[in-house]
Structures are given as C-alpha cells and as structure tokens.
C-alpha cells in the first residue's frame, strides 16, 4: 500500500526538503532586496548631504549638543525679542503660580492665620544685602562719572524721531526707523549729538520715606522726590543717604491676607538735607561736571567704566531677588515697593479703560537698568553700517560699545552677540552667501 502511495506522488520526505529549501532561497532573496533599498537609500541621503556639507561646521555635533561648552560659550546669539506696544508684558512670573499663592494666602485669612513674612517682605532688612546695596550705589558714581569723560572721546549719535541710538564717528545707514515722516525719508535716522540721557536710559522712581506706609495717589504724587530706580533701590536695601531719608523697622509688620492688621503707625518723614552730592546720584548736567580725560588715561577709564557696569548689573540682580520692584505692564514706569503707587500717568496701550493707571506686575533687571541694545561697528573708521548687511552685525549694550570703542577688553559673555567670529562680506559677495 505504501508503494502505491509512493508511485502515486512525491512522498513527505521530498516535500518537506523541497519546502525547506524554497524557504531558505526565499528569505536569501528578501534579505538581498531590503539590503538593496537600504543602500539605495543611503546613497540618495548622502548624495543630498554633500550639496549642503560646506555648512557642516555651523552645526554642532550630536555628541556635543547637550555638552555644558556648547551652551556657555555659542558662536552666535540672539536678541530678546522686541515686545509689541499694542500688547500687556508678559508675567515674569507664570500665572498659574501667582493664582496658586493668591489662593493660598485667600485660605489663611480665611482662617484667621496671619500671612507668614520675611525679611524685606515684612518690613525689616536683610543684613546680608546692605554691602551689596553700597557696593552697587558706588559702582553707579562710577559708572556715571566714566560715561560722562568717555562721551568727550567716543562720539554717539541718537535719532531725532524715534529711539535708535549709535557709537561711531557718523551714523549708520541701516534703514529701520519707524518714526514721523519715516516713509518719506525712505526709514532713514536723522542723526543728531547723543547726550548721557540716550546711554543710561532715565528710569525713575519716587522716593518714599515709609514705602510700606501710605499710598501714592495722583494728587499727591508733587509732594514725593523722583530718583533714579537703582538709587532708590539700594535706600531700601540699607543704603543711609542724608538726602533721601528712609524709615528702618525694628518690628515686622502683620499682614492677613491683603489687609494691614499692623505697620507700626504712620511716622512722619523728616526734612531731607539736600546739598550738592545729590548730583552724584543722577545724570544731570554730567557732561558738564566732568571734564575730558587724558588721553593715556582712556583705556583706563574704559575698562574700569566697564566693570562698573557689570557690578551695577550683578548687584541689582541680586537685590531684586529679595526686594519687591514692581513695573508697569504697558510703558516703562517703575515704582520700587511692595505695590505700585496710584498717580495716573498712563498713556500706552488702552490706558483709557484703566482711567490712566498703571498696571503693576513684578519688574526684571532689564526694566531697572535696560540695557539699549545697539549695533556694534568693528572699525569706527570704516565705511557706515549699510541694510544689506544688517544680518552679518552684531549688537551689545551700549555701555560696553562705547568701553570697547574707547579700548577696553571684550567680555566673553558678549562676544556671541557681538558675533566677532563672523566676516562681514562686501556687497557683491553678500548675494552668493547662502
């Protein structure tokens, strides 16, 4: 019977090799088609690769893209971006968690439980900030009294229609400005003589003897001294000035909720003695106060000038991370306190719904001490700034344009923005950069 069987077709042991065996070639088979795509594939990436492989050196390696060196020291970096005025600042501070504390502080008075403060917050000093507050108070003498001699050397130049401000020996031709009759002058800057004022932008405060006493209202607001921010801030922080009195706190203040329950009374403040170091503190008149330096001595005062102003810059920093400074989220009024002061000076975006109020949000560095970003100009003797090859400049803060004019030495933190490590090309070479 099995004979039969086996002349009747291939026995088992046939089909299972001859399936064996088709199975084998047809996987050989696969194999060699996907092998093939794949180096079709990677043939056709690298074809494309090598079209853009001049640009290879602008890319960071993978391995070195979450390296700490990559991120200390970039080739290039840009500007913070340029707020539109028909809009509200945003919260430095996420919304979330200001709704999270005012919720908090919502639930304890609720309760009765007094709202837990700290040092400055309710009323007293931080000891370990007092140095630092004298240390930035004189560091901004300094920088006043440097700015004043480097401006008889290092000419600037500020746009008489809007706020464009440039160091060089003539202004630039970089059509960007968005003032009065703009269109008609094909956005071109009428440049005129710069002063103190276009370097170190005026950011006022009032003064206040008792900041955690009685409001500032709009009626009021003649009787209150108006002093730059910085100077204020430091008063506040333990700075004694004979001119501008301030009240010190030997008990903290209570507070349940948003409500006063004790602020130690209110005290009267007390006559200031002005005299003639209040111009010390502020830039008027400073051109005329100090006169040109040497010229051996430029250098000098350019860097000294420049450290002045990075210790100014490291010291409000630091104070503003204890002590409240609060700014308005629409135009650059700052009020250094635990709230903003009630004068109705507003007059940015939709100011007519809010009757001219401010509208107070917690302050950053660059509202304090703005920095006023300009373009920065390699030779100061060479050829004007042109448009065509605005995307080759690169900016700093004015401050350290015009040390660096005068001779100091770049600060490595300022060299990515400045962008020294790209060659400006000339016109006709500017068309073949991709």
Not at 40 to 53: D, L, V, Y
Not at 57 to 78: E, G, V
Not at 382 to 388: E, H
Request: glycine share 6%; hydrophobic share 35%.
């Amino acid at each position: 019977m099995e004979h039969v069987l086996s002349l009747g077709g291939p026995s088992p042991t046939i089909l299972g090799s001859f399936s064996t065996r088709w199975k084998q070639a047809n996987d050989s088979i696969s194999s060699l088609f996907f092998d093939r795509c794949h180096q079709g594939t990677q043939e056709r990436h690298w074809s494309q690769a090598s079209k853009f492989s001049i640009f290879a050196c602008q890319t960071p390696a993978h391995n070195r893209r979450y390296s700490k060196k990559w991120f200390t020291h970039p080739q290039n970096t840009d500007l913070p971006p340029v707020l539109p005025k028909n809009k509200k600042k945003p919260y430095p501070i996420p919304l979330k968690q200001i709704l999270q504390t005012s919720r908090a502080d919502k639930k304890l008075a609720e309760m009765g439980i007094e709202k837990p403060l700290e040092p400055p917050k309710n009323g007293l000093l931080v000891p370990e900030l007092i140095p630092v507050a004298y240390d930035v108070l004189d560091a901004w003498k300094i920088l006043i009294k440097g700015l004043s001699q480097l401006l008889h050397v290092v000419p600037v130049h500020a746009c008489s229609e809007c706020s464009e401000v440039h160091v060089g020996q003539t202004g630039h031709h970089i059509q960007n400005c968005h003032g009065p009759n703009s269109a008609d002058r094909r956005s071109f800057h009428l440049w005129v003589k710069g002063s103190i004022d276009d370097v170190l932008l005026p950011i006022e405060s009032y003064h206040q003897y008792d900041p955690f006493g009685t409001r500032i209202k709009h009626d009021t607001r003649f009787d209150y001294d108006r002093i730059p921010a910085i100077v204020e801030l430091c008063i506040q922080a333990g700075v004694e000035l004979p001119q501008y009195p301030s009240r010190r706190r030997t008990q903290p203040i209570r507070m349940l909720g948003k409500k006063m329950i004790d602020r130690g009374g209110i005290v009267a403040a007390p006559k200031p003695q002005h005299s003639g170091d209040v111009l010390e503190f502020d830039t008027q008149r400073a051109l005329e106060r100090f006169p040109p330096p040497v010229d051996s001595d430029v250098v000098e005062i350019a860097q000294s000038t420049l450290n002045a102003y990075e210790k100014v810059r490291w010291g409000v920093t630091k104070l503003m991370r204890k002590y409240t400074v609060k700014a308005c989220g629409y135009c650059p009024e700052v009020h250094v306190g635990p709230w903003g002061h009630n004068a109705k000076l507003c007059g940015e975006f939709k100011h007519q719904w809010r009757d001219g109020k401010h509208g107070w949000q917690d302050a950053i560095v660059d509202e304090v001490f703005p920095p006023n970003y300009v373009w920065h100009v390699r030779d100061p003797n060479g050829p004007p700034l042109k448009s065509s090859l605005k995307r080759f400049y690169g900016k700093a803060p004015i401050v350290v344009e015009i040390c660096v004019q005068a001779g100091a030495t770049v600060p490595n933190k300022y060299r990515p923005m400045m962008r020294l490590d790209i060659v400006v090309p000339d016109n006709e070479e500017a068309r073949l950069v991709a």
